[in-house]
């Protein structure tokens, strides 16, 4: 096992109805007393959950700030309002109610509230970050894992840039997971949601050394994604479907899973988010598309991950050995299950479908190399600009 240093420093409070009594306790806790509540484009003004937080600040005597309107891939712009607001009135805690678009401009907005500058500077270099406001998320999508992480990702809609944010400063004091808060997430974003936590594990699983903790756990929670996301959208408030789902999605994105292995530099995100900052896509869904169409490319170029394949498709996707004639059957049919599953919950097949050509893949594939690739170079395959290109190709 490779060495490692870890800490997390994120309470988590999860179960049903969590937030009651629990929220006003931790906000007095921590002595938070002018709060700034970001959201998104309104769900939680639907769902009845914006008057149960309102309450609870309320009683825990806080005085509030608000800023909604959060975008899905949230935008710098955002950010600054955000920040401009903390520093206008002397805030001195953020609270993000919402999916991963509202924590993770939460998080850029409580490193911005202490910088003396744009937040777009703290994106292009977060070791700009000496400072931030400390941020509760209440989290209402099983997608991200930004609740349990230190990073975030902001859009610039000027230079066609998704970027992420990071610090250890980042990291939420305190999240709230309560699985009942999910039941309204619509089929598409459910579905989104988990491709987004598929995605997280397979960007930690296809490398070619896991601990054996970190293989039982990625297998695990693959399984789980792919057992309870067909009853989550028949059953939108089953609470064992949506729990077991918003439990997974939360260990996805803080590298717990990726302790002691060979590191990964998490390629499909890198293109992804080259395609939603040029195309606005859900990143949920331009990952699905992505995931199979690079690993099969890793596996081209790079044959000793073979056993990570021969593994995922016995141990993940469930297929015997013996029926297969060889690795390579048994590795391509993993990938055809896997694409078989993405179909079944109705996840398109192409990124054509999004009017996606491929007028832009070279100046992807260039934005990447210098912000991605070093990582990338490093990755199981060295990854160059044209690798990048041709695999975006093969999603059309
Ligand atoms: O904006 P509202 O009205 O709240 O509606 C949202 C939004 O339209 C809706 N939604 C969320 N919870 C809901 C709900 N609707 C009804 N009931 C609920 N309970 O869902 C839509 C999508 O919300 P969003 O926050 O954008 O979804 P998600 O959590 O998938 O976040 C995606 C963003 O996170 C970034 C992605 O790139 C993308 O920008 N990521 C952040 C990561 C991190 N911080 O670690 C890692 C990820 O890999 C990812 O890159
Ligand atoms: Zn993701």
């Excluded at 606005?280 to 596996?299: E, K, N, S, V, W």
């Amino acid at each position: 096992m490779r060495p490692f240093t870890y800490y997390s420093p994120t309470k988590l409070i999860f179960g049903l109805d969590c937030i009651k009594d629990q929220l006003c306790t931790e906000l007095k806790r921590v002595g938070a007393t002018k709060v700034l509540l970001t959201y998104g484009g309104g769900s939680i003004k639907r769902t009845g959950l914006y008057d149960k937080v309102q309450a609870e600040l309320k009683a825990a005597g806080c005085q509030v700030f608000e800023l909604g309107g959060i975008e899905p891939n949230p935008r710098v712009t955002s950010v600054d309002k955000g920040a401009a607001i903390c520093k206008e009135n002397g805030v001195d805690l953020v609270l993000a109610v919402g999916g991963g678009s509202t924590m993770d401009a939460s998080k850029a907005i409580c490193a911005a509230a202490c910088y003396d500058g744009a937040a777009w500077d703290l994106v292009l270099d977060s070791s700009k970050i000496n400072k931030a406001l400390p941020l509760f998320t209440i989290n209402t999508i099983a997608a991200t894992g930004s609740e349990y992480d230190s990073a975030g990702v902001i859009t610039n809609l000027d230079t066609k840039e998704k970027l992420p944010i990071g610090s250890p400063l980042l990291w939420p004091v305190v999240s709230f997971l309560d699985p009942s808060l999910t039941y309204s997430v619509p089929t598409n974003q459910t579905v989104a949601g988990s491709c987004d936590i598929i995605s997280h594990f397979c960007e930690t699983y296809f490398v070619r050394r896991l601990s054996p903790i970190a293989q039982g756990l990625i297998e695990a929670a693959l399984k789980t994604v792919i057992k309870y996301t067909p009853v989550a959208m028949a059953e939108p408030e089953n609470y064992e479907a949506r729990s077991k789902l918003l439990w997974t999605s939360t260990l996805g994105c803080n590298g717990f899973a990726a302790l002691g292995n060979d590191p990964s530099a998490w390629p499909c995100h890198g293109i992804e988010h080259e395609v939603s900052a040029y195309y606005d896509i859900t990143h949920g869904i331009g990952l699905a598309i992505i995931t199979p169409r690079l690993l099969r490319y890793f596996l081209e170029k790079d044959q000793g991950l073979m056993p990570r394949y021969v593994d995922f498709a016995t141990n993940v996707m469930e297929l015997k050995r013996e029926d297969f004639g060889s690795d390579a059957e048994l590795a391509e049919a993993g990938m055809v299950k896997l694409e078989e599953f993405y179909r079944s919950i109705g996840v398109p097949e192409n990124l054509s479908t999004f009017g996606i050509t491929d007028e832009y893949f070279e100046a992807m594939g260039k934005h990447i190399d210098s912000h991605w690739m070093a990582p990338l170079k490093a990755f199981v395959v060295p990854f160059e600009v044209s690798d990048v290109v041709e695999v975006l190709k093969r999603c059309l």
